[in-house]
């Protein structure tokens, strides 16, 4: 997974920058975001990322396995919302200590970022920590400053043209890294929506303020939770060439292409997703 040598590492160096908050992601996940991203075409699809937690100076939510829940939306083209029943089953996993954290991811089939409703959803997700994990979170960690919940980010995968990973938290600045046998192969750390890209802060305001997206919330609740939106965008094709070749095929026989063995793998995610899809 990630060696602990290589966590103190990045914790060091964090400490350095006064980032407290990292998201890790294992091969596997980043195995699925390529794979969903492929798989997904008309309608957005999704699931659980689950993880550990592993805490330094700075708190590592560490994904390396997911679940691929069914899209219950009325409206699937423009919106997910998980399985409740799923949705049951992963929390007991978190509960019952099999992983410490979690995280829903969803995809577009476009290629539009997050929208107002992704990130006013996060904020509003609500998800019972359990009290022995609470103990050991950061306060900063805990949302809303004191509510029981913990600070999960929010993944995004965008299709289109090119397929892009938005990875976005709620009031939080974060170290993001992808890993590879303990090898970091793609690191990049948050900037603030407002910031980097203020028109398309203004645009997702914008749709509120005319009615053109609902959302429930008082537009304050809406320009705070963009306000303090932090992201990290990945070109997903980037992330798949730092991957190293997972089969090494020796002798001019038997030899077969890259392509023919991402085929193979992408075939075994397949059937891997839809394995997990019938264990809930
Ligand atoms: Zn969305």
Redesign the pocket.
Known sequence: MISEDTLRKIDRWMRNWGLDYAIIVTRDIVDYFTDIARATDRV?MGGFLLGKLWMNHAAFYIYHDFVQVRNVSSTPEN??IPDPNSTVEVAWMVREGKYDVLAVM?T?PDDAA??V??LVSLRTFRFHVPPALRSRLPPDLVTERGASQGAYPGF?VADGESPTLYCYTYDLPFYFAAVEDGRIIYDDTSVRLFDEDPSYYKYLERCVEKGIVKVGKPIDFVRWTLFFTHFVKVPINELEKRLSPEIVIGGREGEVSIREIAEEIREKMKREIERRLRQL
């Open positions: 957005e919106s997910y969803h577009h997050f929208s409703v992704d995004l």
